[in-house]
């Protein structure tokens, strides 16, 4: 039971060290900081552009759906990875093997692309979208 | 062989079952007033293989258990069986069991085909009518076919349902639904002790198989016999009427008839008779158990006959004529003449029905008059049915070359050589019955009719007719035909008691004096309907209180309802009343807690993710405090 | 050389065909998708090609079965100890499952006002895509291969959720299934981490065997426990153990009638069987290790299994939309199952755990299929799964109804029913245990008599409840679906009892059976070369 104490004791005093660490920095810059409490403070850029508007406006989708397809391919960037580093011990096989993968991306990736997903601009197709779907 | 029976068992049970599920799905919307073809090839077929099974079976050999499946499985205990499988025990008295359910089942359902139709219009239930019939017949092939207790009792219980069911037919008519009722709980009592016998085989020997517990389970129950036989043996009174537990039967006739000659003739009311001669090898070892068997059934025997002296209504009769005939199958069973007892079962099944197929077609011909006052002379509009009915009483009188005789004898003989008194009961019920059964013929088909005016009595049609011809000829034949090799087929050896086996009375000499004193009362009754019709008005003013006992059934029905009913009714009441305060008040206070956290939790799940994350931190710190409290 | 790396890296055609129902219904989503592509989208079509490929599925699953039962577990990608995917009898009987599931699922889509409905393929897309990721968290012990899995599972789960996209209530629903499933995910992946880091390798099986040398160093128990419950979580979550539950209610009232079914029977058995079989792999480990080390986990698990059936059935009390109500019924279901958890690490019991697990999963599928589907007609009929909705459903649907209360009392545990059964064997199986087992058994019994209560409200108000509407029409194939579940649900708990068991008991020995030959060659093989070297990659 001691080492457990023990242990519990350190991971306490990480935690503690942790929650100071912010903590006390804020501390320090709240009383290093010159006070000069203007309106400029208060925007969402700081950097001389003039903010118009609350910052708690609803974005447009279209971002999140460029935002998803991005993250697929990111992720399968990172799996080509580990693979691109061992590519050689693995020769044709391995060159199959990702192509399956990428096969399947790629099917999912037409998809988008034949449904409009990918179009910035489908006020059209994409307000109306269902029913002209099959005659596209 | 094994495969062969295999087949055969379950082709014996899968075609009434199908032919009553299809009959019940597809009854109302396609099959309507075809509905009995179904019924009719499904029992057919079991008939066919319920005789093929007897063809094959070699009684010399061991019979054989026959397992289907496995039914019902929970984990290991010591000691206990825990895997029961679906099995067939089958030998002798099952093919015989199941050619007499198969084969009367088959003439009934046929004879049924024009019987309920003129009773109903063909959308009032003559589909339900027949998938119930069909049901029992299922069940009854599983309750006979059983090679363990558990798949007994499921078609014990089986039976019992299809006959609640069948009484309560004619659902809408108070009578009926209160028979319906009544049978099924005067059978519950009966039922109780035979689940509790049951439940004691099981816990001494921890199986449930005939095998086992017929073999080498009889040493673990030694010291238990008495109570597992009597416990076994209440439910025969209850399931075969008997004394004490007979009351259900005589009200279970406001059912179809067709249904009374069926389940509470021939087939379900002799499960009684059928479970005691299989566990024959548990009764036999119990001397009391079997005295009170052959006891009940003597005293049963009498009791029943002299009812049945003093009513009027023809199925009544014949009813409490049913449960006299019970009565001589324990007593054979209780003297250990087993095979004997199974042979009067066997011959039963054929007269009894075709007696009640007989009031069927009476009732039939006079548009539902079943009263005797009200009948007479019948002979020349129903001359078959009465040819039929004069060679059922003859075999249920017990006159010589019908088959009631011969089944009824073997049972005498025995009887009278091993218990006297009850013996003798016997033979005295067997003028009774001679009298009442010829009373009936002499009341409803001889004589001055006094048939109402408006009533045009006429002779049943060939549907119904063909199946009483083949039961008379059962009725005539089949005891000469077997007497024989009837117990020699049977093999039901039992070990009786050495003392009790010389014979003090020969059994020429009890066939003659159970013939002369059958002559006897055909003749009392012969001389009092046809001779002098005013000399049994006479003996009624004259027996006075006599009668009455005897009209009123011995006040038996009065008894319960004073000893039994009215106080458990006053407990109904009172039992209601802690109910509605008591209980429900504990139910209030003990649903409160759960409402109580129910609300509670209810109110934590509002919708906010926040708590939701809250509660779930904390979950999860509560476990890692429990993991580090308790690790080791 | 070049023979073995492409043994290495393609697997053979052997090892492809035991994976071949992920690969059907992998090929099914690829193949919607093309279809969809070239001829528009058309709801019929994209079912036909999804019951093609769970009928390839079934097929090949079958194949894989009759391989297994002759040859034993496969573990694919072998020359690595830490084979990514095993295949033995218990993930055949999964899959089974599984698609069984979905082809019930299937059906009430195409049976329910979805017919008309566009977006089929991305129904359809989704829905393979999570089964495909619950099969797989079946048939793995490496911790990379469940975290992907689990994941893989989940997020079409989200998708699902939020499917019908003019509800306001599954938007909200989804959201707050996306936060919680990514905080769980979090804290797996966290526990993952640990488990990595405290034994050098991602494969349970050696984790096990190396418990106790890794284990006995000083300090490295704690971290332990916490590494083994922040993957708990994960499970947990989906699996809806309390206090991981708060998503379900929502969601399941929020998403599709549809969704609902497949989240309460295949996710939560998907994330059961996972969880059981890590319980059981950890239990494999060295003699003594068991009861040192992972005991107090069993204890928890215990613990927590008793407070989910507890919350589950109390929070249904009262609650008016039929479909939240079986959603926590699901939670109490889970919680019954999650029991058993606390008996796998006992070796002499787990046969018997495991023959429980396997009944009544199978059992519970045809039970919630059955009440689910008969919620999804109510709800396509009249509009709202409310409970009113359902008065005097017995005369107005008699059919219907009737397999209502059949599943509602299988729910329950009445006799002579298949749920009964199933919670007969599972008690038992606790009770084997004996000790604070038995304190487990009784809470369940207690909690069943508190079921009893919410389950026969429906009913009451399905026969007792008087309604004046008309009568509802009702397809007949909905009504052969429900009533086969009910049908089964009566032959399980009647005249198919032992069959059942002795089929569990078998999956259940093949299941350890597989146990014990893992364990065996990972003790005969030495973690090599080419493993190290692509796990520090």
Redesign the interface.
């Known amino acids: 039971m001691g080492t457990n104490v023990e242990f519990l004791f350190g991971l306490l005093l990480f935690a503690a060290a942790g929650v100071a660490m912010i903590l006390g920095g804020l501390l320090l810059g709240k009383l290093i900081r010159p006070k000069a409490p203007q309106s400029e403070k208060g925007a969402a850029y700081e950097c001389g552009e003039p903010a118009v508007g609350s910052g708690w406006v609803q974005y447009d989708l279209r971002f999140y759906v460029v935002a998803l397809v991005f993250v697929i391919f990111d992720v399968e960037i990172m799996l080509l990875w580990p693979w691109a580093v061992v590519f050689k011990q693995g020769g044709a096989a391995a060159l199959w093997d990702l192509l399956f993968f990428f096969g399947v991306i790629v099917v999912g990736f037409l998809f988008l692309w034949r449904f409009g997903y990918l179009d910035w601009v489908r006020s059209v197709s994409g307000q109306v979208p269902r029913n002209e779907d099959d005659q596209n | 062989m094994e495969t062969q029976f295999k087949i055969l068992g379950i082709l014996i049970l899968m075609a009434p079952l199908v032919s009553a599920i299809l009959s019940a799905m597809l009854g109302r919307p396609l099959l309507r007033s075809r509905t009995h073809w179904m019924v009719i090839i499904g029992v057919g077929l079991s008939f066919v293989c319920s005789l093929l099974m007897f063809g094959l079976l070699n009684p010399d050999v061991s019979s054989p258990v026959i397992t289907i ?7 290991a205990t010591q000691n206990l069986q825990t ?4 099995n067939f025990h089958i030998d002798s008295l099952t093919t015989v069991m199941l050619v007499t359910v198969t084969l009367v089942s088959l003439l009934v359902i046929i004879y049924s085909r024009d019987y309920m139709r003129h009773e109903h219009q063909p959308d009032r239930g003559y589909e339900r009518f027949f998938a119930f019939l069909s049901l029992f017949v299922f069940s009854m092939c599983t309750l006979v076919l059983a090679g363990n207790f558990l798949l007994l009792y499921l078609g014990w219980e089986a039976v019992g349902l299809c006959s609640y069911l069948l009484i309560g037919f004619y659902y809408p008519k108070p009578e009926a639904a209160a028979a319906a009722k009544k049978a099924f709980l005067v059978n519950r009592v009966g039922d109780l002790g035979f689940g509790l016998g049951i439940l004691l085989i099981y816990l001494r020997c921890g199986h449930l198989d005939y095998d086992y517990v017929f073999g080498p389970g009889l040493i673990q129950l030694k010291g238990y016999e008495t109570a597992v036989a009597l416990l076994l043996f209440c439910g025969a009174v209850g399931k075969s009427a008997q004394l004490p537990l007979h009351v259900w039967l005589p009200d279970a006739m406001e059912g179809p008839t067709p249904v009374s000659a069926l389940i509470h003739a021939a087939t379900m009311v002799t499960a009684g008779v059928y479970m005691v001669a299989r566990c024959g090898a548990i009764f036999a070892r119990s001397e009391p158990a079997m005295m009170v068997v052959a006891t009940t059934g003597a005293v049963t025997a009498i009791f029943a006959a002299t009812i049945a002296l003093a009513q009027y209504d023809l199925k009544r009769i014949l009813a409490y004529s049913t449960i006299s005939q019970l009565g001589y199958m324990f007593l054979g069973l209780g003297v250990f003449a087993a095979d004997a007892a199974v042979f009067h079962l066997f011959t039963h099944a054929f007269f009894k029905a075709l007696l009640f197929l007989g009031a069927g077609s009476v009732m039939h011909a006079m548009g539902g008059i079943i009263d005797l006052r009200q009948l007479g002379g019948l002979r020349k509009f129903l001359p078959w049915t009465f040819v039929t009915f004069v060679i059922g009483s003859a075999a249920l009188a017990g006159l010589p070359p019908f088959a009631g005789f011969y089944s009824k004898d073997l049972i005498l003989v025995q009887a009278i050589n091993t218990a006297p008194v009850l013996g003798w009961m016997a033979v005295a019920t067997a003028v009774v019955t001679a009298f009442y059964t010829f009373r009936i013929l002499f009341l409803a088909f001889c004589g001055p009719t006094r048939v109402p005016m408006e009533v045009r009595p006429h002779e049943s049609g060939i549907w119904m007719l063909i199946p009483m011809f083949v039961l008379s000829l059962g009725a005539l034949g089949a005891g000469f035909l077997f007497q024989h090799r009837f117990s020699e087929y049977l093999h039901l050896v039992q070990e009786r008691f050495a003392s009790l086996h010389h014979e003090r009375f020969s059994h020429e000499f009890v066939a003659v004096m159970s013939t002369v004193l059958t002559a006897l009362g055909i003749g009392m009754a012969f001389i009092f309907y046809i001779q002098r019709p005013n000399w049994a008005d006479r003996t009624r003013v004259l027996a006075g209180p006599i009668y009455t006992l005897l009209q009123r059934k011995y006040y038996v029905d009065e008894l319960y309802d004073l000893l039994f009913v009215r106080p458990l009714r006053y407990l109904g009441r009172i039992c209601f009343g802690v109910d509605c305060y008591v209980v429900d008040g504990m139910i209030w206070l003990v ?1 409160g807690i ?2 109580l ?2 609300w509670t ?2 109110t934590l ?1 509002k ?1 906010a ?1 926040q708590g ?2 809250l ?2 931190a ?3 710190g509560i ?2 405090l ?3 409290f ?3 | 050389m070049w023979c073995a790396s492409i043994g290495y890296w393609l697997p053979s055609g052997n090892d492809l065909m035991r994976v071949g129902p992920d690969l059907a219904l992998i090929a099914a989503i690829v193949l919607i998708l093309l279809t969809t592509m070239v001829t528009g989208r058309r709801a019929l079509a994209t079912a036909v090609i999804v019951m093609l490929g769970l009928t390839a599925g079934f097929l090949l699953n079958w194949n894989a079965g009759v391989w297994v039962s002759h040859h034993g577990p496969d573990t694919i990608l072998e020359p690595v100890p830490a084979s990514m995917i095993i295949v033995d009898g218990f993930t055949v009987y999964f899959r089974f499952l599984l698609l069984i599931f979905l082809a019930g699922v299937t059906s009430f889509w195409l049976l329910g006002a979805n017919r008309q409905e566009k977006d089929s393929p991305e129904f359809f897309t989704l829905l393979l895509g999570s089964a495909v990721g619950m099969s797989l968290m079946v048939s793995t012990l490496n911790l990379l291969m469940i975290v992907v899995a689990m994941e893989l599972a989940s997020l079409p789960s989200y998708a699902l959720a939020a499917f019908d996209r003019n509800s306001r209530k599954g938007a909200e629903a989804a959201v707050k299934y996306v936060i919680f499933g990514s905080i769980t995910a979090a804290t797996m992946v966290y526990g993952v981490s640990l488990l990595y880091g405290l034994f050098g390798t991602l494969n349970l099986a050696e984790i096990a065997q190396q418990m106790p040398f890794v284990l006995a160093e000083h300090g490295r128990t704690p971290l332990f426990y916490l590494a083994i419950l922040a993957f708990a979580v994960g499970v947990g979550f989906k699996i809806s153990a309390v206090p991981f539950h708060f998503w379900c209610p929502d969601v399941f009232e929020g998403a599709r009638v549809e969704v609902t079914m497949w989240l309460s029977v295949a996710s939560k058995a998907a994330g059961l069987c996972l969880l059981l079989r890590v319980m059981q792999t950890l239990a494999a480990g060295p003699t003594g290790a068991v009861g040192e080390y992972v005991g107090p986990i069993a204890g928890a698990i215990g613990l927590f299994a008793a407070l989910t059936c507890f919350v589950g059935n109390l929070s249904a009390y009262r609650q008016t939309s039929v479909k939240r109500l079986l959603a926590y019924s699901s939670i109490a279901h889970a919680g019954y199952m999650l029991m058993l958890g606390a008996i796998l690490l006992r070796p002499e019991l787990s046969e018997g755990a495991w023959t429980a697990i396997i009944a009544y999963l199978l059992i519970y599928m045809f039970m919630n299929l059955g009440a689910f589907g008969v919620t999804a007609l109510v709800e396509h009929y009249s509009g709202s799964d409310h409970i009113e909705q359902f008065n005097g459903l017995g005369r107005r649907a008699p059919w219907l109804a009737v397999a209502m209360a059949v599943c509602l009392f299988s729910l329950v545990g009445l006799p002579p029913l298949g749920g009964f059964l199933a919670k007969w064997w599972l008690l038992w199986a606790l009770a084997d245990g004996g000790g604070w087992l038995w304190a487990l058994v009784i809470w369940a019994c207690l909690n069943t008599a508190f079921s009893l209560f919410y389950y026969a409200r429906i009913i009451k108000h399905m026969f007792l409840t008087e309604d004046t509407r008309e009568k509802m029409r009702v397809p007949m194939s909905g009504v052969a679906i429900v009533q086969l579940c009910a049908v089964v649900l009566i032959l399980t708990g009647t005249i198919l009892a032992a069959p059942i068991r002795t089929a569990a008991t078998r999956y259940a020995q093949g299941l350890l059976q597989s146990r014990t030959a893992e364990t065996l060659t990972l003790t005969d093989h030495a973690p090599d070369e080419t493993h190290e070297s692509m796990l520090h990659h």
């Open positions: 499946y496995d039914w019902i499985a929970t984990g895997q029961f499988s679906v649903t759960p409402r956290i129910g939790l209810r799940q919708g993710l939701y994350g509660t779930m904390l979950g999860l476990l890692l429990f993991v580090w308790t690790q080791p």
